[in-house]
Structure formats: structure tokens, C-alpha cells
């Protein structure tokens, strides 16, 4: 586990109000740098672990009783899990980002909020959209044994609505499909 440096972002931070022209002195800005420091602390949290680790730390599954299936094609979606993470090109804000998970149950499930908890903390990263997907697609492989999952995100970027060609209303939408959600067009289709 890494650990984040709060004392270096502090001083980073006020490094930038000075090359901004400001003066961290000041009233408004003689706290800022700490502040900052401790919000990207709690926002970057999930920096701090591999998937791995994060898998470790919510592997929380329940024997799945096979009869209590109809097909091997039973799926499980938890939708419109709400995160926020930070792209890594401009650590610019990704919001409005709702993540959708789903997997076929192989022998057993995983408490439902713990999907949520996943999500969120794999969002807690200086991140790409498209690797989100991925990491909590491997997260979810890992600690369900199934290789079927699939991970749907549709999220705004600011790097591309509030500043470069300031687009206000665009959303991106990925979908990270592993094992049967990947390789059956059927199953595919259901879920959307």
C-alpha cells in the first residue's frame, strides 16, 4: 500500500498559486494548499491499492446454491452506480458518471454493495474512463470466479465541456465485456 504525501502536495500546491500569479498568503488562500492536500487524499484514495488489493478488501461473496438458477445465463446488474474519478491527461473532473455492473454468477455472489464499493474505489484515481471498465471488470473476476462480467460507464468529461472545445452536453460511454457478455450476442443484448 502506498501511502499519499500530503506535506508534498501541500508545498506543490502553493508552488502553483505562486506560478498562478497569486499570493498563498493571503487570507482567502493561507489554508488552500492544506485543504487541497486533504481533498486529494480522500479523492485519490483508491490510488493507494492495486485491484488486487481492492479485491482483497471487498471480497465479500455468499455460496451460490446452483439449483437456484434456471441457466448458466442468469445475470446480475447493479445500475447507475454514481462516481466521480479525475482523467490523468488534465486531472480534470469526471462527473455524471454512472457505472452499471453485471456478471454471471459461477458458484457464488457478492453482496450487492460491494459492487458499489468497488466502483468507487477504483474511480479514486488519477484514471481513464476505458480503464475504469477494465479495473472493475478484473476486480469483479476475481472475486465472483466468474469470467463473465461486463462494466457499462457513461460519464462527462470537463476537460472536454468546460474548457478546449467546451461541449457541455457530451457523454462518453464505454463497455468493458468479458467472457460470455463478450463472446454471446444474446446475453449481450439482454443486458442493454
Known sequence: MNKIDTRAIEEHIRGILIALGDDPTREGLADTPKRVAKMYAEVFEGMNYTNHEIAQMFNKTFEDDPDSYHNSNDIVVVKDIEVFSYCEHHMALMYN???SVAYVPNGKVIGLSKIARIADMVAKRLQLQERIGSDIAEIMQEITDSPDVAVIIEASHSCMTARGISKPSARTTTRTMRGKFESDPSLAARLM
Open 97 to 99: 458518471m454512472n457505472v
